[in-house]
């Protein structure tokens, strides 16, 4: 299994490439193939320095659209629409084609580029959750006391915590080198058990800017200079605006030198200030104003050593070119040698290898967040396609919903109605929907072999075959013998249509599995940190202890199907024996009937809904219960209590309500609320599409 860890600053200039620099050099002596992503980076590759890094240094094949979620412009532009509840899924879907290549990725958050620092910080932080990854967040430790840097960790791990994100270790970074020793010592001391922090101290040297970050910060052309003059970090900045020997005075460690191309003797006087051994080494000449140098001087140059201080040219005025040099701070560059090795070292020295090794290569997220589980719907939905017809044809938020599942290949389509008016619809709107089948009952030359099974499977009931060759031109009637006949997988209805009318066809014709008497259905509720079934809050206004039963029974096996271990916690208004009463005793027996037809299962009931999610009630009313405390699956005991439930858990908690999801029948067949969206639709197509996946694996097996 592929594992992954989520490296962001908690603000701008935290430093975090140090700290991405040392996790890579720590794995690529323990992981495989190691992955580098980025979940918003800059325009392309050469423009984003962390790739550029990343990908230099390790010596990593990173094609740019595949390290990274999209690009600064792209999420702007999302933004700007309002579509910013789509950035998370795409970011994800980009990381999991990554993460399926690779043994290990290493994610670099956001730079702060924007101006609020909060927000961009709770979007990696939501980010790293919804990729299912630990987070290791880095502090900047500038200016700030040990006791104050134990501090913001303190918050920092209970923020974190709340929001329900892994957290593998905090690195405060930038820590004065008078106080690392103690704010180390106090990390270690002063911390809950379980939490890892590590001081890293200040260095100047990766706080300065090179000579490179100059030249490309300012577009500078390169005129003379060894490479490795490039690397030289920039400590001053000076503008060559006097007299030789008034300039040769102030020249300083690490100058960088700005003057016009016709001032040739302080040019000249710098180059060979840097020569000799009685003046500083300067940083580097930087040109400017266009101007060439003279041809004598050049000559001259010619003739000399061949010097390594970098001659740069620019074409803004003296004044302009120096003040945005001046602005820039240092960064950690792929060319820069000297910067790599001190990153690398101070990482080394600070952290405790073996510690955080250890940490990286068995963290592993066990929260499921709602997006996290709707992409695995819809990749498990692309991985054996499956073919679902959509009887509402000419409905825009269909129509928007199979553009999307066709485009991302999540299944085949069969869109019911006339021909011309669904065909006229898409057109309207501008879509693309590649490979769809449009269907139309009524002059479908499926209708009379359709009309004819129906007849035969509901003649008994006094249907006659004018009346089936009728029925035949019901979409509903005939996408459910699309399904039955084969045609089909399964069938999604229900945002124009009733409930009624999606499933009383289904009920004719599809009819229940084997052991079950009733249709029932489910809800996934995608809460922030974890996925829950909850059932029957759709169907069944007041089902009986045998119906309960099935019910726990059928859910059981839903969870199964979308990777939910089922608990199954049988809801009442009162936990184990303390209660009496028509209504618990009805719940009592269901919870018998449901053991007895299942004794594998892990069922408790009746008991109350605290004690079924909440592991310090369940250990005070039920302690030895393996569902107290842990239930993964609700059963309610009526329609009311259920329906009311889930719409409370999903507006108080925010949870993200997937369904109903139909559970029961012998193919699947869903049916959508007609306030749905389209992400609904989509959801709900991937979930039947899985649901005709395990259908199938369950003929094979008893065909075997």
């Given at each position: 299994m592929s594992q992954g860890l989520y490296i962001t600053g908690t603000g701008p200039r935290s430093g975090k490439s140090v700290v991405i620099l040392g996790i890579m050099e720590l794995l690529a002596g323990r992981a495989g193939n190691v992955g580098f992503f980025r979940p918003v980076a800059y325009p392309d590759a050469e423009h984003d320095h962390s790739i550029q890094l990343i990908s230099r240094l390790q010596k990593l094949q990173l094609h740019f659209k595949c390290s990274c979620g999209c690009t600064y412009e792209e999420a702007a532009a999302i933004i700007r629409g309002g579509h910013v509840s789509t950035l998370p899924a795409q970011i994800l879907e980009k990381y999991k084609a990554l993460e399926g290549q690779c043994d290990f990725v290493v994610c670099a958050g956001t730079d702060y580029t924007g101006v609020n620092t909060a927000l961009e910080f709770d979007f990696n932080i939501s980010i790293a959750r919804n990729l299912g990854i630990p987070l290791l967040p880095v502090i900047s430790g500038l200016a700030r006391t040990p006791s104050e840097i134990v501090d913001s960790i303190k918050i920092l791990a209970e923020n974190l915590d709340a929001k329900n994100c892994d957290l593998l270790a905090v690195v405060a970074n930038h820590v004065e080198e008078k106080w690392k020793e103690e704010t180390a010592s106090r990390l270690r001391s002063e911390l809950k058990e379980g939490l890892c922090a590590y001081a890293v101290p200040r260095h100047f040297l990766l706080e300065k800017p090179s000579v490179a970050e100059v030249a490309r910060a300012?577009?500078?052309?390169?005129?003379?200079?060894?490479?490795?003059g490039l690397e030289r970090e920039i400590h001053r900045y000076k503008i060559g605006a006097m007299s030789l020997p008034g300039f040769l005075e102030e020249l300083g460690e690490g100058t960088l030198v700005f003057a016009p191309a016709d001032r040739s003797d302080i040019i000249l006087g710098a180059l060979l200030a840097d020569a000799s051994g009685t003046y500083p080494q300067v940083a580097g000449v930087v040109l400017t104003g266009g101007i060439k140098l003279e041809a004598p001087v050049q000559r001259l140059m010619a003739g000399l050593r061949k010097s390594p201080v970098p001659l740069l040219?620019?074409?803004?005025?003296?004044?302009?070119?120096?003040?945005?040099?001046?602005?820039l701070r240092g960064r950690i560059g792929p060319e820069n040698k000297r910067k790599i090795a001190v990153a690398q070292s101070l990482f080394e020295s600070s952290v405790d290898l073996s510690e955080i090794g250890e940490r990286l290569m068995v963290s592993r997220s066990s929260r499921t967040t709602p997006i996290m589980f709707e992409y695995g719907l819809i990749s498990r939905a692309k991985n054996n396609l499956q073919h679902i017809v959509l009887p509402e044809g000419s409905e825009e938020r269909i129509l928007r919903a199979a553009e999307i599942l066709l485009l991302r290949g999540v299944v085949e389509v069969s869109l019911l109605g006339g021909t011309r008016e669904i065909q006229d619809k898409i057109a309207e709107m501008g879509l693309s929907l590649p490979g769809v089948k449009i269907v139309d009952p009524t002059s479908s030359d499926l209708r009379e072999g359709f009309a004819e099974t129906y007849y035969q499977i509901r003649k008994q009931k006094g249907i006659s075959k004018e009346m089936a060759y009728d029925l035949m031109a019901d979409v509903s009637y005939f996408g459910t013998m699309m399904i039955h006949n084969g045609n089909a997988d399964g069938m999604v209805s229900g945002a124009v249509h009733t409930t009624q009318h999606t499933i009383r066809p289904a009920l004719e014709v599809i009819r229940t599995k084997p052991?079950?008497?009733?249709?029932?259905?489910?809800?996934?509720?995608?809460?922030?940190?974890?996925?829950?079934?909850?059932?029957?809050?759709?169907?069944?206004?007041?089902?009986?202890?045998?119906?309960?039963?099935?019910?726990?029974?059928?859910?059981?096996?839903?969870?199964?199907?979308?990777?939910?271990?089922?608990?199954?916690?049988m809801l009442s208004y009162?936990?184990?024996?303390?209660?009496?009463?028509?209504?618990?005793?009805?719940?009592?027996?269901?919870?018998?009937?449901?053991?007895?037809?299942?004794?594998?299962?892990?069922i408790e009931g009746p008991i109350q809904y605290d004690a079924a999610v909440d592991p310090e009630v369940a250990k005070v009313k039920m302690p030895q219960s393996e569902v107290a405390g842990r239930a993964t699956v609700f059963v309610f005991p009526d329609l009311n209590t259920g329906n009311n439930t889930y719409k409370a858990v999903q507006r108080s908690a925010s949870a993200v309500a997937i369904g109903p999801v139909l559970q029961g029948l012998n193919k699947p067949v869903n049916d959508l609320s007609r306030?749905?969206?389209?992400?609904?639709?989509?959801?709900?197509?991937?979930?039947?599409a899985i649901q005709a996946q395990a259908g199938k694996g369950s003929h094979e097996s008893n065909d075997r």
């Open positions: 300012l577009d500078a052309k390169i005129i003379s200079g060894e490479p490795e040219s620019v074409g803004e005025d003296i004044f302009a070119s120096a003040m945005a040099a001046s602005s052991g079950c008497t009733i249709v029932s259905s489910v809800f996934l509720m995608c809460l922030p940190d974890r996925v829950l079934v909850y059932g029957d809050c759709a169907v069944n206004p007041d089902p009986n202890a045998q119906q309960l039963a099935e019910i726990a029974i059928c859910a059981a096996s839903t969870s199964e199907t979308f990777g939910i271990e089922p608990r199954i916690a009162s936990t184990g024996e303390s209660g009496k009463g028509a209504d618990v005793e009805k719940v009592r027996e269901a919870s018998r009937i449901a053991k007895e037809l299942r004794p594998d299962l892990k306030g749905c969206t389209v992400t609904d639709i989509v959801n709900t197509v991937a979930i039947t």
